[in-house]
C-alpha cells in the first residue's frame, strides 16, 4: 500500500514563527508592548506608537518616553535598539496619525535570541477577502483582509483592514496571507465606528507596500 500523501504545509501558520514580543518601559504605567515581526538579518518591525515614546507621552505620566526597548522571544528577553521609526502628529478632536501611514519602526536585538522564522513581505496589496492569518503574542486567528481605507487627509496614506476587534498589546503584530504566507500588513490601530448604528469593530494595518517603502528610505546601520 502507498504512503498516505502528506499534507501541504501551511504557508501562514510556519509564518507565524516569526514574531517575536517587543516591550518599551520599565515601570507598570508606562509600559507598552506589543509585536514585532522578524524580516531576517537581526531586523524586526514593529507599530512605531509602541516604541517612539509616543503611547507613554500621552498618557501623560511618562514625559521620558519610551525607556528601555526589549525583544522577547520563547521566554528568552534581549535589550534592543530603535534604528528608525515613522513620524507622527497629534491633532486635537483627531488624535494620532502618521504621515504617510508609516505606523512602523525598525529594531534590531542588542542581545542573543532564539532562532525566529523570517516573514516575507507580500509584494503588492492581496485581493479583498483574501484569508489570513492574525498571530500577535496573545493569539492566532483566522481572519480575512477587507479593502483599504485612505485617511481623510492624503498625507496619512491608507491601511488595510481586517473585521476583528484589536486587543491590548498586539499593535506591532502580523497579518499573513494564508494562500502564500507573505506578510500582508503590520497591526497599528483599533477602527470602532461609534453610536449604536455603528458596524463591526475593525483593525487597521500598515500595508505590506507602506512598509516596504519606510524600510527602503532606513539608511542601512
Known sequence: MPPAARRPADP?????????????????????SGGAVHLGEGRFVTAAHVVDGSAQRLRGVCPAGAGPLALGVAGTTAPARLL??????????????YLGGEDVALLRPAG???????AQLCQGLPAPG???????????IRTRLLPPVADPDPRF????????SLLPGES???????????LAGLISHRDEPEGAAAG?????????PVIARFLA???AP
Open 200 to 208: 463591526p469593530a475593525r483593525t487597521r494595518l500598515v500595508p505590506a
Open 84 to 97: 528608525a521609526a515613522g513620524q507622527d502628529r497629534i491633532d486635537r478632536g483627531i488624535g494620532q496619525r
Open 172 to 182: 506591532g503584530g502580523a497579518v499573513f496571507d494564508s494562500g502564500s504566507g507573505c
Open 157 to 164: 496614506g491608507a491601511y488595510l483592514e481586517i473585521p476583528d
Open 130 to 140: 483574501t484569508p489570513a492569518l492574525l498571530v500577535t503574542p496573545r493569539r492566532a
Open 12 to 32: 501562514a501558520l510556519a509564518a507565524a514563527g516569526a514574531v517575536a514580543q517587543v516591550r518599551s518601559g520599565e515601570s507598570a504605567r508606562c509600559l507598552a
Open 112 to 118: 542573543a535570541l532564539p532562532r525566529l522564522g523570517t
Open 217 to 219: 528610505g532606513v539608511t
